[in-house]
Each structure stands twice: as structure tokens, then as C-alpha cells.
Nanobody, 124 residues
Framework: VQLQASGGGPVQAGGSLRLSCAASIRTIVSNNALGWFRQAPGKEREFVASISWRGGGTNYADSVKGRFTISRDNAKNILYLQMDNLQPEDTALYSC?????????????????WGQGTQVTVSS
């Protein structure tokens, strides 16, 4: 499975970005939960948001609750992350991933396919 994230870039604090993640194999992706993770320089990869296979279940890291929204379009095989009110601490490389199961999950070891990331840089 190939996952390609896009939509990152430079933005000022308070601004918004919408990330997209396109998957190459629809059958696997549409039956599994999907997630977004991020990794800042010098830090470990951390969970951002996850969504169940039908989109009815979501969970978010406390740091992004109320600002980020995860969604998916199974017909188009695309995962999204709408990021509003971005802050400098949101600066990181954002990656999408496919979970081993259909339930939304924050655990990194529950994900089996990872895509290349897209850089988000927020300036103050």
C-alpha cells in the first residue's frame, strides 16, 4: 500500500491548512481505520488523530482537540486533516497511516502501513 500525503506548507499562527492522504489500494484502506501522526525535529513521532473505517468514530490528541478535524472519503480513497488555528508547536512532519483494524486507535503499533510525510511549518 502506498500512501501519499500532501497539503503541507508554511503558514502563520492562527492560519489553516488541509492535509490530504491518497492511498493506492482501496480495498485495504476502506476497511481499516486511518490515522495522522506527526514528528517534530528532535522529538518522537506522536499521534494526532484517527478515524474508524466508516468514519463514525474519531479520536484526537488533547493538543489538537477543537482545532483539527479528521475525515475520510472512502469512495475517493482519501484521508483528510483540517487544521485550524495552527500554532508554532504544530510545526512537524505529518504522516498518514493505515491501522490493522477498523477501529480508530492512537497506538502507533496498531498501524501497519505508513506514508511519506508532508511538512507543516507554523510561524509566530
Amino acid at each position: 500500500v502506498q500512501l501519499q500525503a500532501s497539503g503541507g506548507g508554511p503558514v502563520q499562527a492562527g492560519g489553516s491548512l488541509r492535509l490530504s492522504c491518497a492511498a493506492s489500494i482501496r480495498t485495504i484502506v476502506s476497511n481499516n481505520a486511518l490515522g495522522w501522526f506527526r514528528q517534530a525535529p528532535g522529538k518522537e513521532r506522536e499521534f494526532v488523530a484517527s478515524i474508524s473505517w466508516r468514519g463514525g468514530g474519531t479520536n484526537y490528541a488533547d493538543s489538537v482537540k477543537g482545532r483539527f478535524t479528521i475525515s475520510r472519503d472512502n469512495a475517493k480513497n482519501i484521508l483528510y486533516l483540517q487544521m485550524d488555528n495552527l500554532q508554532p508547536e504544530d510545526t512537524a512532519l505529518y504522516s498518514c497511516a493505515v491501522a490493522r483494524s477498523s477501529m480508530a486507535t492512537s497506538r502507533l503499533d496498531n498501524y501497519r502501513y505508513w506514508g511519506q510525510g508532508t511538512q507543516v511549518t507554523v510561524s509566530s
